[in-house]
């Protein structure tokens, strides 16, 4: 395993030395083939998108199965460019209207992000190039190689941010207490609950959709400010990022609420360009009739 992992990383190494332009090239290519040959998770792909949109006719459903594939393609390439991407060019790429909202913020208190997987959301993090006088994290799910695991870690620490495994939100979150350190941790929000955490449902896309709430009560119990990353892809390789405060101080927020505002503005960034989004995910493989 680690002999195949040494030969892909070089080969990645060499890959992401090249232009974005020429990714892209190859890009097409690599889009052809998953699409037309191997045909990855068609059928999943197929079904999320009739169900999330009854009302688009089968000639609009492939045309948007048709953009994702690509733009699955390209976020490859994206993400392997990371490795060698300066701060300059990934600040062309990865716009922010108004970062200064979690700057401000985060002088005085800390903050939870809400994201979901939309465009790249690999390239988020470089928000914090800029940022001074606070830390930052993301929750991820480990993989279960660690060279590949630790491979990603470094990419998504380009910029700075801790990589924080998603069952030790809580312990960070009071280790940054205890050192009195102001901070932003970014929740990916969208994820499917495993079994033990399936407490929460909405309807989203038109479905019955379980919902983690953990970011909710984490930010509720500490009164910390609560802020959703606004993404849209402003064409092939650029992407532009507006920060929305749902609240200063979720203490005072009621129950689910900022959950339900979660939902309803990322199924509003959704539905402005559906292709996006991570439709190869099962996303609505747990039924709330089958939960005990």
């Known amino acids: 395993m680690a002999v195949l992992y040494y030969i892909t990383y070089s080969l990645l190494w060499l890959l992401s030395w090249l232009p974005l ?6 890009s097409d290519v690599i889009y052809l083939l998953v699409y037309y040959v191997v045909r990855y998770r068609r059928k999943v792909v197929r079904t999320n998108l009739v169900n999330s949109f009854p009302e688009k006719s089968l000639e609009e459903i492939v045309r948007i199965e048709k953009q994702y594939y690509l733009h699955f393609s390209d976020l490859f ?61 993301e929750l991820y799910r480990p993989l279960k190689n660690k060279y590949f695991d630790g491979f990603f870690l470094k990419l998504r620490s380009r910029f700075g941010t801790f990589n924080i495994p998603k069952n030790d939100a809580l312990r960070a979150v009071v280790n940054f207490k205890r050192e009195k350190k102001n901070f932003a941790l970014g929740f990916i929000a969208d994820q499917t609950p495993s ?60 129950e689910n609420e900022i959950t339900d505002q979660y939902v309803a503005l990322f199924e509003q960034t959704l539905r402005r360009d559906p292709a996006c989004w991570l439709w190869s995910h099962k996303r609505w493989k747990h039924k709330r009739e089958n939960v005990q």
Not at 21 to 26: P, T
Not at 110 to 125: D, F
Not at 245 to 254: G, M, Q, V, Y
């Open 77 to 137: 390439f994206e993400t392997v460019k990371l490795m060698h991407i300066s701060n300059e060019e990934i600040k062309k790429r990865m716009h922010f209207s108004n970062p200064e909202v979690m700057y401000d913020i985060c002088q005085h208190n800390s903050a939870v992000v809400l994201l979901g997987h939309y465009g790249n959301w690999e390239w988020i993090p470089s928000i914090f190039i800029d940022a001074k006088g606070f830390v930052a994290g």
């Open 195 to 254: 079994k033990n955490n399936l407490h929460y449902w909405a309807t989203f896309l038109n479905q019955d959709t379980p919902f983690l709430n953990g970011p909710e009560r984490i930010a509720q119990k500490n009164g910390y400010a609560v802020i959703y990353f606004d993404v849209r892809k402003i064409k092939r390789g650029y992407y532009n990022c507006d920060l929305i405060l749902l609240t200063e101080d979720a203490s005072n927020i009621k």
């Open 21 to 26: 332009r020429v990714m892209y090239l190859v």
